[in-house]
C-alpha cells in the first residue's frame, strides 16, 4: 500500500488530500490515481489519455518535480508520493490547470513552415538530407505537456513571458532546412519578453520528459537572434 | 512572491543552484561594490585620513571571515558566469556536466589561493 | 449558450484536423469550428508509430495498392472507394512534408519508404517510429494560420441536433465551465475515432470511447460492419502499449517457448509481414496450444529484435526502445520484448460513402468513426493514418460545399431545454446504487473474453446477455462528483454509457454474422463464405437493440480469392 498525498482545488479553497493504494508490480503513478478515481473518489480530476508519455496531458509535479505520471514507476518514487498542479499555470481543479495561455504563446511565434514556393493543390517533394533532419529533429520531440515552463524562473516571475517550449519551437523551424521564414520569426524571438529574459537556469531540460534539449534550442535561438542584430547594425 | 521563484533549488538540478546561487552573490557583490565606492569617494578628502582609518579598519584580522566569504562570492560569480557565457549561444551544450563540475573545482582552488593570499597579507 | 458557425468539425484528431484546413482553404469567407474533448495535440493519432502508406515511386503502382488492401480487407472493401483512395494518397504525403513534417529520409533526400504487413512494395513512408505524433503536430502547427478555424480544447459532444433530416447543430459540454454549448452550424463533420476502450487490453488512449459513433447511432445514422475490430499482434505486455509493426518491418521475428519463429506454420511466404489477423491468430493459437511465454502477467509471445543491432534501432525504432525499457523493463538490444495481441483498430463505423456523406444531409463523416468501407475486415498496416488524411480532405471540402450552398439554421429553444434536463437533472443529480466504473471493468471483462480473436456461438450470446444486463444497470448509475467545473465524473460516465450502446452493436453483429472474415473469426463457422456472407451489416438504432439490414459490397476489378500468404 502506498499513500497518494493530492493537493486538491475544487473552486474555492485549496486542501490536501491522502488515499492508500494497492499496488503490484510495475504499476505507474497515473494507473495509481485511475484506482483512486474508479474506486475511492470520483471526484478526483486530472488530465490523462494516452498512457504511453507521448500527449502530454498527464504533467504533474511527483514529489516537488515535475514528471509525467503514466511514465512514473510508484516504485521508483517511494512509499509517500505527494502530488500536486504545476507551477506557474493557474489551477482550474485539483490537478488540472489552465493551458490556453500556453499555446497562444507557441501559437505567437509562427509554429509552421513558412514557405512561398509550395502550392496547397500541387504540392511538391522537398528535399532534405538525413544530416539535415538531424540539425534539427530533436527539437521536434516537444510533446507540450508543460513541465519546462513550470520550472523556467523567467516563466515564473513574468506571466507574459514566452517560455522553453515556445521557443523551442520557434528554433525547430529556424533550423528546418525547408524554411524561408527566419526573419519573421526572429523578429518575435528578438522583443524584450523572448529570448533574451533566459539567463540559464537550464532547468527546463532537466525535467523534460522527452530529453528535447529547450535550453540548447532557445541558446541556438538567441545565437540566431544576436547575428541578426550584428548584421542589421552593420547593415550586412 | 515571484521573484522568490528565482532562489527555488529543492528538487531542481544542480544548474538551478548556480542560478539561485548567482543572483544571491549578485546582490551581495552589489552592496560590497557601493561600500567599496564610498571607500573610494573618502580619498577626496585630499589627506587619504578617512581611507587610511577605514582600511585599518577592514583590512584586519578580525574581518578575515568577511573577507574570506566575499571573496567566495565574487570568484564564484564570476566564474560561473563565465560558464554562462560559454554556454549562451548554445557552445558546448552537451557537456553540461563536465563544464560545471569544472567551474566549481575552479572556484575552489581560486578561492582557497585569494584566502591564502588575505591571510598573509593580514599578517599570518 | 449557442454560438454560431458555417461549420463544425467535432474531433481534432488527424481527420478532424485535415477537414478544418480543406474546408479553411476553400473559402476564407466560412468560420469553421473545430472541437476536441482534449487539446488537439492531445488526440489519440499521436500514438501511431510505424507509417503512412503511399504509392511515390516508379516501381509501385495504384492498382498494386489497391490490390494489397482489398485482398487486406479479406475482400469486404469497396473497391471503387479504395481505387479513389489510393491515387489520392501520394499528395497528403507531398503536403505534410510541404508543411513541416519531419520524414525521415533516404540518403538522397528523398522521402524514405519502409517494409509493412500485407504491402507488396515498401512503400510506407514514416518519421522515426513516431509518425502519428509528427503528422499531427505538422497538422496542428498549419491549422494556427488559418484565421477563419477558430479551436474549442475541452468540448465534450452530447448530442447531435438533427430536424427534417438534416443537421441544425452539435450539443457539448464545455469542460472548464460546465455549461451546454449548442453551436448552430450548416455542415458538420464528425471525426470523433474510434472505440477501443470497449477492451481491457487495448492499445488506445483513455479517451478514445466511441462518442461520435454512439452520437450518430441514436440518432438515427446506421453503424457499418461493427463486428470487425483488429487484434494488433504485438501489444506490450501488460499495458497494451503499442509495438509498431515496424519493429516487423525492420527485420524483427516472433518467438513461441521453443524460440521457434512459429509464423512459418501459418504463413510460410510473408512470415511475420503477412496481415495483421493472420499474425493475431497464429499468436494467440500458439498461446492458447500452450506454447506461449509465461509470466506474472499471462503467457505471451517474444518480439525479438536483438539480432537488429544497436544502431538500427536508435535510429529506425527510437520510441519503441524508450517505452519497452520504461514499461516492461526490457531492452530490445539485449533482450526480447513480451508482447501479445491487443486490440488496436476499429474497422467498422458509421456508414458513408466516398464523398463522407451519410444519410442526414449536412452530417459528413472521416477516419477512423467513419466506415466508408476501406479496410473491410481487415486494415493493413499504415493505411489508416492516409485514410484519415484523404477522408478528412474530401469530409472538409463537402462541408464547405454543402455550407456555401446552405443557409443558416436555427436550434429551437426546447431542444436545448431538454438537453440540460436530460443530462444535469437526470443523469447528474439522480441517485442510484451503481458504480458507473465497475460497470465499465465488467463490461472491459466480457470484451476480453467473448469478442476476442476466436469467437463462438456460446460466448457470443452469453456477451451481448451480458451488455443488455450492464445497460438496465447503468439506468440506476450515479455519479459522485455533482460539481458544475471541469467535472470528469460526469463526462466518464457519459463515455460509459456510449461504450455499451456500442457494445451492444459490436456483439449482436458478431452473433449474427456466421462466417469467419477477416479479423472476425468464427470458432463454430471458421470457413470465409462469400455465397452468403460477401455483405456489409448496417446496425440501426432502436430502444430494443440494434436491428440489422445488409448492404452488398461494391466489386469493380477484384473478384474474390483465396486469401493466403
Redesign the interface.
Not at chain 1, 480530476?45 to 496531458?57: H, K, L, N, V
Not at chain 1, 504540392?123 to 538525413?130: H, N, S
Given at each position: 500500500m502506498v499513500e497518494f498525498r493530492i493537493r486538491r482545488f475544487?473552486?474555492d479553497e485549496t486542501y490536501w488530500e491522502s488515499f492508500e493504494v494497492p499496488t503490484r508490480?510495475?504499476m505507474?503513478v497515473l494507473e495509481g490515481l485511475?484506482y483512486i478515481?474508479?474506486?475511492i473518489?470520483?471526484?478526483l480530476?486530472?488530465?490523462?489519455?494516452?498512457?504511453?508519455?507521448?500527449?502530454?496531458?498527464c504533467a504533474v509535479k511527483i514529489n516537488g518535480r515535475p514528471k509525467l505520471a503514466c511514465?512514473t514507476q510508484i516504485a521508483s518514487v517511494g512509499n509517500k508520493i505527494i502530488l500536486e498542479p504545476l507551477d506557474n499555470f493557474t489551477v482550474?481543479?485539483d490537478l488540472?490547470t489552465e493551458?490556453?495561455g500556453f499555446?497562444a504563446k507557441h501559437?505567437a511565434v509562427k509554429?509552421?513552415?513558412i514557405?512561398s514556393d509550395?502550392s496547397?493543390e500541387e504540392?511538391?517533394?522537398?528535399?532534405?538530407?538525413?544530416s539535415?533532419?538531424r540539425n534539427?529533429?530533436i527539437f521536434?520531440?516537444c510533446?507540450?505537456c508543460g513541465a519546462c515552463y513550470s520550472v523556467c524562473p523567467a516563466a515564473a516571475t513574468r506571466d507574459d513571458c514566452l517560455g522553453p517550449a515556445a521557443m523551442m519551437a520557434a528554433y525547430r523551424?529556424c533550423a528546418?532546412s525547408?524554411?524561408r521564414g527566419e526573419d519573421a520569426r526572429i523578429s518575435i524571438a528578438s522583443k524584450d519578453l523572448a529570448v533574451w529574459r533566459c539567463h540559464l537556469a537550464m532547468e527546463c531540460s532537466e525535467v523534460c520528459p522527452k530529453k528535447a534539449e529547450p535550453a540548447k534550442a532557445i541558446q541556438l535561438l538567441r545565437r540566431k537572434t544576436a547575428v541578426n542584430a550584428i548584421k542589421s547594425i552593420l547593415r550586412w | 512572491m515571484p521573484i522568490l521563484d528565482w532562489f527555488k533549488f529543492t528538487n531542481r538540478s544542480v544548474y538551478s543552484l548556480a542560478f539561485a546561487i548567482q543572483r544571491i552573490t549578485g546582490i551581495i557583490l552589489l552592496f560590497y561594490l557601493c561600500l567599496h565606492l564610498i571607500f573610494l569617494t573618502s580619498l577626496t578628502d585630499r589627506t587619504g585620513e578617512t581611507y587610511e582609518s577605514l582600511i585599518a579598519v577592514t583590512v584586519s584580522k578580525q574581518f578575515l571571515l568577511f573577507d574570506i566569504l566575499l571573496v567566495l562570492c565574487g570568484v564564484s560569480h564570476g566564474i560561473n558566469g563565465l560558464r554562462v557565457i560559454v554556454h549562451e549561444f548554445g557552445f558546448v551544450y552537451e557537456y553540461r556536466k563536465v563544464v560545471i563540475g569544472f567551474a566549481f573545482f575552479l572556484v575552489i582552488v581560486a578561492w582557497l589561493y585569494a584566502s591564502y593570499v588575505m591571510y598573509c597579507l593580514v599578517g599570518g | 449558450m449557442k454560438m454560431q458557425y458555417d461549420i463544425v468539425i467535432v474531433g481534432a484528431g488527424l481527420a478532424g484536423m485535415r477537414a478544418a484546413i480543406a474546408a479553411a482553404?476553400k473559402s476564407k469567407k466560412l468560420s469553421i469550428a473545430i472541437l476536441a474533448k482534449?487539446?488537439p495535440?492531445?488526440?489519440?493519432s499521436?500514438?501511431a508509430e510505424g507509417g503512412t502508406a503511399a504509392v511515390l515511386r516508379e516501381d509501385d503502382d495504384y492498382d498494386l495498392h489497391a490490390w494489397d488492401t482489398i485482398k487486406g480487407s479479406d475482400f469486404l472493401a469497396d473497391q471503387d472507394a479504395v481505387e479513389f483512395f489510393v491515387r489520392n494518397a501520394p499528395?497528403e504525403i507531398?503536403?505534410l512534408?510541404?508543411?513541416?513534417c519531419?520524414w525521415?529520409?533516404?540518403?538522397?533526400?528523398?522521402?524514405a519508404q519502409r517494409a509493412f504487413g500485407g504491402h507488396s512494395v515498401n512503400r510506407t513512408v514514416f518519421a522515426?517510429d513516431?509518425t502519428g505524433?509528427?503528422e499531427v503536430?505538422t497538422l496542428y502547427?498549419?491549422l494556427?494560420?488559418y484565421d477563419n478555424v477558430d479551436i474549442f480544447?475541452e468540448y465534450f459532444l452530447t448530442n447531435l441536433i438533427v430536424e427534417d433530416g438534416s443537421i441544425k447543430g452539435v450539443a457539448t459540454i464545455e469542460l472548464?465551465s460546465g455549461d451546454l454549448v449548442i453551436f448552430e452550424t450548416k455542415a458538420t463533420v464528425l471525426a470523433t475515432g474510434g472505440a477501443g476502450r470497449l477492451y481491457g487490453f487495448t492499445t488506445y488512449?483513455?479517451?478514445v470511447t466511441g462518442d461520435g459513433m454512439a452520437v450518430a447511432y441514436r440518432c438515427g445514422v446506421p453503424l457499418k460492419d461493427m463486428e470487425f475490430f483488429q487484434f494488433h499482434p504485438t501489444g506490450l505486455v501488460?499495458?497494451g502499449?503499442?509495438m509498431t509493426e515496424a519493429c516487423r518491418g525492420e527485420g524483427g521475428y516472433l518467438r513461441n517457448k521453443f524460440g521457434e519463429r512459429f509464423m512459418e506454420k501459418y504463413a510460410p511466404e510473408k512470415m511475420e509481414l503477412a496481415p495483421r489477423d493472420v499474425v493475431s491468430r497464429a499468436m494467440w493459437r500458439e498461446i492458447i496450444e500452450g506454447r506461449g511465454i509465461d509470466s506474472?502477467f499471462g503467457s505471451y509471445i517474444a518480439l525479438d529484435l536483438t539480432h537488429l543491432g544497436e544502431d538500427k534501432i536508435n535510429e529506425r525504432l527510437p520510441?519503441i526502445r524508450?517505452?519497452a525499457i520504461?514499461?516492461?523493463?526490457v531492452d530490445p538490444v539485449d533482450e526480447p520484448i513480451p508482447v501479445r495481441p491487443v486490440a488496436h483498430y476499429t474497422m467498422g463505423g458509421i456508414h458513408s460513402n466516398k464523398n463522407c456523406e451519410t444519410q442526414i444531409a449536412g452530417l459528413y463523416v472521416a477516419g477512423e468513426c467513419a466506415c466508408v468501407s476501406i479496410h473491410g475486415a481487415n486494415r493493413l498496416g499504415s493505411n489508416s493514418t492516409i485514410e484519415c488524411l484523404v477522408f478528412g480532405k474530401v469530409a472538409g471540402e463537402m462541408a464547405a460545399e454543402y455550407a456555401l450552398n446552405s443557409s443558416g439554421s436555427h436550434v429551437p429553444k426546447d431542444f436545448i431545454l431538454n438537453e440540460e434536463s436530460r443530462i444535469f437533472d437526470h443523469l447528474l443529480g439522480r441517485n442510484g446504487d451503481e458504480?458507473p466504473?465497475?460497470l465499465?471493468?465488467e463490461l472491459n471483462e466480457t470484451m476480453d473474453k467473448k469478442l476476442w480473436i476466436f469467437r463462438d456461438r456460446d460466448g457470443l450470446s452469453e456477451a451481448v446477455g451480458k451488455i443488455r444486463e450492464l445497460k438496465e444497470r447503468y439506468s440506476n448509475v450515479e455519479?459522485?462528483?455533482k460539481?458544475k467545473?471541469?467535472?470528469?465524473?460526469l463526462t466518464?460516465t457519459l463515455e460509459i454509457g456510449y461504450m455499451l450502446d456500442l457494445a451492444e452493436v459490436v456483439a449482436t453483429a458478431a452473433l449474427y454474422r456466421e462466417e469467419s472474415r477477416g479479423a472476425h473469426y468464427r470458432i463454430d463457422f471458421p470457413k470465409r463464405d462469400d455465397v452468403n456472407w460477401l455483405k456489409h451489416s448496417l446496425a440501426y438504432y432502436t430502444p430494443e437493440g440494434p436491428v440489422f439490414k445488409y448492404i452488398p459490397v461494391t466489386i469493380t476489378k477484384w473478384k474474390p480469392t483465396e486469401r493466403k500468404y
Open positions: 475544487n473552486g508490480r510495475g505507474t485511475y478515481k474508479e474506486n473518489d470520483s471526484s480530476t486530472f488530465r490523462a489519455s494516452c498512457r504511453m508519455g507521448i500527449c502530454g496531458s511514465e482550474l481543479k488540472v493551458f490556453e499555446f501559437k509554429p509552421y513552415l514557405r509550395v496547397y504540392p511538391k517533394e522537398l528535399i532534405q538530407t538525413p539535415e533532419l534539427y529533429y521536434t520531440l510533446i507540450k523551424f528546418d525547408r524554411d | - | 482553404e482534449t487539446y495535440i492531445r488526440c489519440h499521436v500514438c499528395k507531398l503536403r512534408d510541404n508543411w513541416g519531419p525521415s529520409r533516404r540518403e538522397d533526400g528523398r522521402i522515426a513516431r505524433f509528427h503536430h502547427e498549419r494556427l494560420i480544447s472548464k488512449s483513455h479517451q501488460p499495458s502499449i503499442l506474472e520510441m524508450d517505452a520504461k514499461f516492461a523493463g458504480n466504473y465497475s465499465k471493468k455519479i459522485n462528483d460539481s467545473g471541469f467535472n470528469t465524473d466518464s
